[in-house]
Each structure stands twice: as C-alpha cells, then as structure tokens.
C-alpha cells in the first residue's frame, strides 16, 4: 500500500481531539487511510443497508453496539447520527480519537460539524495521491503519464485504465453525489457544462458566457460551479487581490482536482495525444496547482493559495501566502531554460512590497541560481515549498 503524507497529520490531531473528520473526492483513499492510521477501530460503512437499516431503527442502541473507537464511513448518510456523536464525546471529555469519520460531500459535513461538533472535531482533507507519495513508492513517470494516468488510487492499485477509470468516475460518482446535493434535471446540459469547464481550465472563470454556450441561466452555472466544487470534483483558484485595488482582478479560475479526469473529459485517450493538445500548457498547470494544494492539504495546513493579474492581463500562475510575504510561481510545461519565463513575476513585483521568492515550476532540470527566481522540475514544486518554509 502506497503510504499517505497525511497519515501523520491525522495522527496527530486524533491525539489531541475526541473526533477526526476525513473528508475528500470519492476514490481518494480517505477509508483506506482511516483503517491504516486506526486499525484497532472497529469500521462501519454507512453505504452499507445493513448498517444504515441499524442506525436508523434505534441510534441509542447503534452507538451502545458499537461503542467507540469507531471509523464511520461515508457519514454524509446520516448527519443526525452527530448529535449522538456529540453526546457520546461530552460523556468523556477527556478521551481523544473516539470517532473518525469519513465523507466526500462537503455540505453534509460541514452543515453536521458546525451544528454539532463545533470545537470537538477536527478537519482533513484527502486528495488523490501526490507526486510525492508516487516517487517514493518506486512509481515516477513520465510528465505526459502524470496527467494522462491521474493521481486516483484505485488505477494504481488495481492496475486499471485511466479511461475504465474516469468513465466509471463519471457515470457513478460524479452523477451520484450531484444528484445528492442539488436534482440536475437536464443531464445532458450539466455533461456539456462539464466539459466546457474542462476547455476553460486555467482561464478566468466567466458564468456568463458558459451559461449563453449551453443555453441555461447564469445562476444556474454558479449553482453547478459550487455543486462540482463542494464534491471536489474541481478546485477554484481565488486571485489574489486584498490592499491593491482595482489594478487587480477579482474573478477566480477553475482547476480539476485530479488531472487524469481533465484529461478524460478532453477526450485525450492516449498519452502521446497530451503534447499535441492546444490545453497542453494548460493541462500541466492544473497538475502543479493541484500538486500544491497536495502538499499544504496533506500537512493539515490551509491551502492559502492564489493567482495574481492585473487588468492589463500581467498573470503570475500561483501565489502562496506567508503572513505577509508573497512567494511567486510561474509554470510552464517546456523543458528548456528562458529568461522570459520570468517577465511576469518581475513585472508585478515592482509594484508589490511584499513579494519574498520568486520560482519558476517547468519540466526541466533545478537551476536554483538565477538572477530573480530559481528553476524547479514540477516534481520538486513539494521539495521547493518546503524549503521556502511554505509548508
């Protein structure tokens, strides 16, 4: 079993709080990694009738049946079972890692905990796997392997396709959990706006003009967008605006949280169709975005990241915060050292005081000694983070 970063991080907050909630996309691992940390945990799937059939029919006695420690799965089923959980937490205020539990839709979680378990709890959140976790595991491959496989664990553990599992992704797991959250009537619309948000990836995000291509109201595009991001079917990208006024803007961008499901979407079936793509540059960005996210979720620290532009169109590709210094990150898919991949960041810096490292992430070797920024492999982007004291 490939080991999880964030096994530490639940670790150690399951030793200072009496509940762990372990949320994420569906297939990301969180089960897995739950019964690797707490394998003394009696488990329960909440999926499971059975086990639903039970705590509906009695949840004193559920809870007295199954007295903790206890591994909850997919918990979203039955929010109410929190205010038992709640219960049982205060009977024992002294007692930490009493119940893990585990989800993939964000609402139900969070609607629960705040009501709930406010103060008793604490919060990780599991993406598929990072780079990092695939290196040292002996799994490295190619750039275009990276973002035509993806990062799902269930492809690398059970040796499947990325198009057996993307499509199956799709058709089971990305309908389901929408479904759950808001009543899509039109399938066939939200199919095309997924996919339109696929070709936009990276961009700024304009409702407007999806809502005109596909023929539905701009309201209903921002329900979608807030759907797909609470199911963590995408990531959206806040531009990174506070004390500069209005030279800046103000509209995020829209990034899938795994690659290999931008990929499918796209139609890419082959990996050598990857380099040949008009997204490609825009592709390679969504997987270092996401690998960032990766390494700051899987420590257990808030993933303040960001992109700036100003009006002009000047775009730095991702800004991590640090108090109140700035760290800069342009991408870029080449391979080949240029001076220009720069420009930006020196552009914008001059008019930022508080602007600390500057880093360009491409496929290339590390060349740390340049005149304004250091040169970094997209596989070192964790390493580079940590160095800059970012994580």
């Known amino acids: 079993m490939i080991k999880r970063k964030a096994a530490d991080y639940i670790a150690r907050i ?23 940390v707490f394998p003394d945990y009696e488990y329960l799937n909440l999926e499971n009738p059975d086990t639903m059939r ?36 205060d009977e024992m ?27 008793r709890v604490a919060i990780a959140t599991l993406l598929p796997f990072s780079m990092d976790e695939l290196t040292e595991a002996d799994v490295v491959q190619t750039r275009e392997a990276y973002m ?19 499509e199956n992704y799709l058709a089971t797991y990305v309908e389901r959990d929408v ?18 948000l696929a070709g936009r990836v990276g961009q700024l995000v304009n409702c407007q003009s999806i809502a005109n291509d596909i023929g539905v109201s701009m309201p209903t595009i921002k329900n979608w967008i807030s759907i797909l991001e609470a199911c963590f079917i995408i990531t959206v990208l ?23 499901l931008l990929t499918h979407l796209l139609g890419i079936r082959e990996q050598a169709q990857i380099v040949r793509d008009p997204l490609f540059g825009a592709i390679f960005e969504n997987m270092v975005v996401m690998e960032a996210f990766k390494a700051k979720l899987n420590r257990g620290l808030p993933p303040d990241l ?29 391979a080949s050292y240029s001076a220009d991949f720069t420009k930006n960041m020196d552009r914008l810096s001059n008019g930022i005081d508080d602007v600390a490292s500057q880093s360009v992430i491409y496929s290339g070797p590390d060349l740390p000694n340049g005149k304004s ?16 004291s970012l994580l």
């Open 14 to 36: 399951a030793a200072r709080f009496p509940v762990v909630s372990i949320t994420g996309p569906r297939q990301s691992g969180k089960t897995t990694l739950a019964r690797a």
């Open 54 to 89: 039970e705590a509906i029919a009695d949840g004193a006695s559920f809870f007295r049946n199954h007295p903790a420690p206890l591994i909850l799965d997919e918990v979203q089923r039955m929010p109410e079972l929190l205010s038992r959980i709640q219960v049982a937490v």
């Open 93 to 119: 205020p002294r007692k930490k890692g009493m119940f893990v539990l585990t989800g993939s839709q964000q609402p139900s979680l969070k609607d629960g905990i705040s009501q709930s378990l406010a103060g």
């Open 148 to 166: 035509h496989n993806g990062f799902m664990p269930r492809l690398y553990n059970e040796r499947l396709t990325p198009f057996d599992v993307y």
């Open 179 to 196: 479904n759950q959250i808001a009543n899509i009537k039109n399938h066939r619309e939200f199919d095309i706006f997924l996919r339109i």
């Open 238 to 260: 806040p531009c990174y605006y506070r004390n500069f006024g209005k030279r800046f803007v103000k509209a995020p961008k829209i990034y899938f949280t795994d690659v290999g």
């Open 306 to 334: 960001y992109f700036i532009r100003d009006r002009s169109g000047t775009e730095v590709d991702l800004v991590a915060e640090q108090g109140r210094k700035l760290h800069l990150f342009e991408i870029k898919a080449s």
């Open 373 to 388: 920024a250091g040169y970094f492999n997209f596989a070192n982007i964790a390493r580079r983070m940590e160095k800059l």
